[in-house]
């Protein structure tokens, strides 16, 4: 798989113009780390974090705990969904966020700017869903799992693009659809496609110029963050970029 190295917010939009149609999806990463889910991602000596037998433990415990906390706990339709749902609040599982938008895509990338001692150059992943479901389930449309009892789990031959119902707030705000892994596969960087996959790098000296640069058009955490908290970080990050700009000045 070839990558592009980009220094400046212009450049990735020039990137974006000429990429081809069919890449309709993105994903930020703040550096370069194997595109696996949380729930299969490796520890430093290369070993799983978590064996399967506690991957499903963590969604089965997460319906038992989470019941009296939510409204209306019978309306999540299957496991997929449970997933959905248990990620937003932090529990490991088997789907990679991805988004239709790839200017939150490059906000996800940099958003850590500040807060890295090291220059880390950051990613942006651009995937093409219809030929990475061509390849694993023979068929080019995103999965819809709404309204389905559930996904067998042995349909797909590596990761498959899924949709569901805009759960939460968050989910609707980054416009997100989700990759689904099976317990299995390998990181999705492994089909080393061009035709399905193709990587940005962000050189990491840059990357704080770029995210003053969303800031300046009005695309900051509360865009895709919709809640309180993201309020007060884009109020604290406001502080960052001016501090930055003065002393580059």
């Given at each position: 798989m070839t990558s592009v190295i980009v220094n400046k917010l212009s450049e990735y939009m020039a990137f974006i113009e000429e990429l081809p149609t069919e890449f309709t999806l993105s994903r930020g990463q703040g550096g370069d780390y194997p595109l696996l889910p949380s729930a299969l991602r490796k520890d430093v000596s290369g070993n799983r974090k978590y064996p399967k037998r506690a991957i499903r433990n963590f969604l089965?415990?997460?319906?038992?705990?989470?019941?009296?906390?939510m409204a209306n706990p019978s309306d999540i339709e299957n496991d997929v969904e449970w997933m959905?749902?248990?990620?937003?609040?932090?529990?490991?599982?088997r789907l990679m966020d991805f988004t239709t938008s790839h200017i939150v895509s490059?906000?996800?990338a940099v958003e850590k700017s500040f807060q890295n001692e090291d220059e880390i150059d950051a990613?942006?992943?651009f995937l093409n869903p219809?030929?990475?479901?061509?390849?694993?389930?023979?068929?080019?449309?995103?999965?819809?799992?709404?309204?389905?009892?559930?996904i067998p789990s042995e349909v797909h031959d590596g990761p498959i693009v899924i949709q569901g119902r805009k759960i939460n707030q968050r989910v609707n705000a980054q416009k997100g659809l989700f990759v689904l892994f099976q317990n299995d596969d390998n990181p999705l960087e492994s089909i080393n496609n061009d035709s399905i996959l193709r990587k940005l790098v962000i050189t990491g000296s840059e990357t704080k110029n770029i995210l003053s640069?969303?800031?300046?058009?009005?695309?900051?955490?509360?865009?895709?963050?919709?809640?309180?908290p993201s309020v007060a970080k884009d109020i604290v990050m406001q502080q960052d970029i001016l501090d930055y700009i003065r002393e580059k000045n």
């Open positions: 089965d415990e997460f319906k038992l705990n989470s019941y009296q906390y959905l749902y248990a990620q937003h609040y932090g529990i490991p599982t490059l906000l996800f990613v942006v992943y219809t030929k990475l479901n061509l390849l694993n389930v023979q068929q080019e449309k995103i999965i819809n799992i709404s309204g389905v009892p559930g640069s969303l800031y300046s058009m009005g695309i900051s955490f509360s865009h895709i963050y919709p809640e309180l």
